[in-house]
């Protein structure tokens, strides 16, 4: 069993940036391919971003693409979400989610995904 711990999230200005960073236990992290979604008041889940399992895939919703970057670092169990020029409408729950199975490409619906963190808020005023 994997464990994801995010961390990163807070209250920022339109314009700003945050680095969230997604935690994993388990000798697994490294062959699983990871991802990130968020969900605002209201609102469903969404995907947000997606790593493969080597860190060579990657891809984004259109909404996020040019200002989100996924990495991660295998050497460490962590994936990373670096956010820039943030907006309003970024404003949510952002959750990392892994995919337990080996060596996979990218995954973009959430119930692709067998591991969740807890969520991380992230806020940004106008």
């Known amino acids: 069993q994997v464990q994801l711990v995010e961390s990163g999230g807070g209250l920022v200005q339109a314009g700003d940036s945050l680095r969230l960073s997604c935690a994993a236990s388990g000798r697994t992290f490294s062959s699983y391919s990871m991802g990130w979604f968020r969900q605002a008041p209201g609102k469903e889940r969404e995907f947000v971003a997606a790593?493969?399992?080597?860190?060579?895939?990657?891809d984004y919703a259109d909404s996020v693409k040019g200002r989100f970057t996924v990495s991660r670092d295998n050497a460490k169990n962590t994936v990373y979400l670096q956010m820039n020029s943030l907006k309003p409408e970024d404003t949510a729950v952002y959750y990392c989610?892994?995919?337990?199975?080996?060596?996979?490409?990218?995954?973009?619906?959430?119930?692709?995904?067998?591991?969740w963190g807890q969520g991380t808020q992230v806020t940004v005023s106008s």
């Open positions: 790593i493969s399992w080597s860190g060579l895939g990657t």
């Open positions: 989610a892994g995919r337990g199975t080996y060596y996979g490409g990218l995954y973009y619906s959430d119930s692709e995904y067998n591991f």
